[in-house]
């Protein structure tokens, strides 16, 4: 083999070496710094869960004291409002609802 095959194989050998390394520092970054921020935003949904659920859990105020909580009683209310609107709708009611 020839000196200059050589010189020219070794420079390729390097610039493959130094692209991988450089590859693996960018990647070790980018996992240091999107690890913290995903791990944040994980504890940030659980703990946001955390509150609507013992949101609805509690019982309602000024109500039966039953299994009831806040946020069924507000989606049965709005569910019987829909019924109630499209009913009066079908039935042809003025004013939206009937009296």
Do not use: W
């Amino acid at each position: 083999m020839e000196i200059q095959e050589i010189k020219n194989r070794m420079k390729a050998y390097r610039f493959v070496a130094y692209s991988a390394v450089a590859f693996s520092v960018v990647a070790v970054i980018s996992v240091c710094v999107t690890l913290p921020m995903v791990h944040n935003y994980v504890h940030h949904v659980k703990r946001t869960m955390q509150n609507e659920i013992v949101y609805c859990r509690t019982p309602t105020i000024g109500g039966p004291s039953s299994s009831k909580s806040r946020g069924l009683d507000h989606v049965l209310q709005i569910v019987f409002f829909v019924i109630q609107l499209v009913i009066s709708i079908l039935l042809g009611c003025s004013g939206g609802l009937c009296a």
